[in-house]
């Protein structure tokens, strides 16, 4: 009896990291719901402006961690980085909840304020993402069978608080008073403060591993004045500064995002392709991780309008009145994860199934099957808006189902290939080969800016020479990019599994 329970059960510490987690992603996916009304509706930013702005701030989300994943390695530690990561973003999103406050009084004041609470909220987020998710796996021994049990039990966490986030964001913040957009920013900073009272008051206690010793603690070999408290907050300052910065001349002077983002994948294939050591079979397995992470760029460039594009057509063209209650814009933004809590199971269950009959389809397979999800999801409300004047609104129907088929789509893609990449990068690159990963998920997020900007708000845009002249011609878009990415995937994706060996 007590062997069983120590084979089934769960340690508790992995449910500290789970509320840890759920709180941060409350706070996140919460602001995120709010950010590109807040940009239009308070701020009076145009949504060309708002949309590659969201497109910076998102692409920048992305490729922190990897400075942060880093730092903690070396020098401070898992736990340390989660909390200073935690304290930081909390800062920004208080400093967000002033420029809510002041962007009618002092516009100037407010703008200055914006930026910092972003690059805030980026800076923070590069030492908390990473470094929390690490812990789960160092949580249990080497081939613990618990461990994939565990990393799903994490992930309903992360879908929990981003289902209750934007509820409660959208609840206090989206009234239709701009004004109120500053409550959603408090209470994501209060949330943000939870996560990490959490981890302080529960961390050294049951974040151990099999063997009862704390985790994440500071590296043995980390120098011992880089730990002194002036150097860790004047570390922080300094990155938070640069990431502020980041963030306004990408937005403000000179968009040099997708050329960074180029350069660091180009970088890492030079570092990785030119290593004498690597076998011919090790090769041809990174270059399906760079194919692979390359098809992820059209999934996530359509998938991460939610925050954007589609944003401006729940508030302006779905009808969100029920009678007795007007559905908050940003309520919308919780389906994902809502859909992402009841279809994961049904995925699980339909991948072990195949699996006992051998008809599991490879990987790749899978992904393109998540990248015609999307596709689908998009032709679905393609057609709910196609001949609708601008002036009617449209049932909350069609967004309702575009969004269960994008998250299935995302269920096809995402944990498999974070799967995949774990699988076939070599050992002494794995951590390289993963900022792969998310560098291309990263250029997704700043394409889904610059696509989101092609919203036709009565006028006429152009991608390729092709005109936007209304909603149907701009989901069409999405349709025919994520369609094609799909078929070229399906079709290489016998050759992709020979080349996984």
Request: hydrophobic share 50%; proline share 4%; net charge positive.
């Amino acid at each position: 009896m007590t062997e069983n329970k120590v084979t089934t059960s769960h340690p508790k510490g992995l449910y500290v990291l789970f509320a840890t987690e759920m709180w941060e992603r409350f706070n996140y996916y919460g602001m995120r719901a709010i950010l590109v009304l807040f940009m239009t509706k308070a701020l009076l930013f145009d949504k060309v402006f708002a949309s590659q702005l969201y497109g910076s701030y998102t692409g920048l989300i992305y490729l922190t961690p990897l400075l942060g994943g880093y730092i903690a390695d070396r020098y401070w530690g898992n736990k340390r980085s989660i909390l200073m990561g935690g304290i930081v973003m909390a800062l920004g999103e208080f400093i967000l909840f002033f420029c809510g406050a002041l962007y009618h009084s002092s516009p100037e004041l407010s703008s200055l304020l914006f930026f910092s609470g972003l690059g805030c909220m980026i800076a923070g987020n590069g030492f908390f993402k990473p470094n929390i998710s690490s812990l789960v796996g160092q949580l249990y021994a080497k081939g613990d069978k618990r461990i994939d049990a565990a990393y799903t039990i994490f992930y309903m966490g992360i879908n929990v608080g981003g289902a209750i986030g934007p509820i409660i964001c959208g609840l206090v913040g989206d009234t239709g008073n701009p004004a109120d957009f500053k409550w959603a920013f408090l209470a994501g900073g209060i949330a943000m403060l939870i996560s990490v009272v959490t981890l302080k008051l529960l961390h050294d206690k049951f974040v151990v591993d099999v063997e009862g010793k704390t985790l994440g603690l500071t590296p043995d070999n980390a120098p011992v004045k880089l730990l002194q408290p002036l150097a860790i907050i004047g570390g922080l300052i300094l990155i938070s500064l640069t990431t502020i910065g980041l963030v306004y001349v990408d937005a403000k002077i000179f968009s040099y995002l997708f050329y960074l983002l180029i350069a660091c994948i180009l970088l890492i294939a030079y570092i990785v392709f030119s290593d004498k050591n690597l076998t011919g079979l090790e090769k041809q397995k990174i270059g399906v991780i760079f194919t692979v992470s390359f098809f992820v760029i059209f999934f996530w460039s359509a998938f991460e309008q939610a925050g954007a594009s589609l944003t401006f057509f729940a508030e302006e063209q779905t009808q969100r009145d029920l009678g007795f209650f007007v559905v908050p814009t940003s309520f919308f933004q919780s389906l994902n994860s809502i859909f992402v809590v009841t279809l994961a199971p049904l995925f699980a269950w339909l991948w072990l199934q195949l699996g006992k009959r051998n008809a599991e389809p490879s990987s790749p397979f899978k992904m393109a099957a998540g990248l015609f999800l999307l596709a689908l999801g998009y032709l679905w409300i393609a057609f709910g808006v196609k001949d609708v004047q601008p002036s009617i609104k449209v049932s909350m129907i069609w967004l309702t189902g575009m969004y269960a088929m994008h998250t299935s789509g995302e269920l096809c893609l995402s944990p498999i290939g974070l799967s995949l990449v774990n699988k076939l990068a070599p050992i002494k690159f794995a951590s390289l080969l993963m900022a792969v990963w998310f560098t291309a998920n990263a250029f997704a997020n700043k394409l889904a800016g610059v696509l989101s900007a092609l919203y036709p708000d009565g006028k006429t845009t152009y991608v390729i020479g092709f005109p936007i002249t209304n909603l149907y011609d701009f989901f069409m878009m999405f349709v025919v990019m994520a369609g094609v990415a799909a078929v070229i995937l399906f079709f290489l994706a016998s050759k992709l599994k020979k080349m996984m060996d």
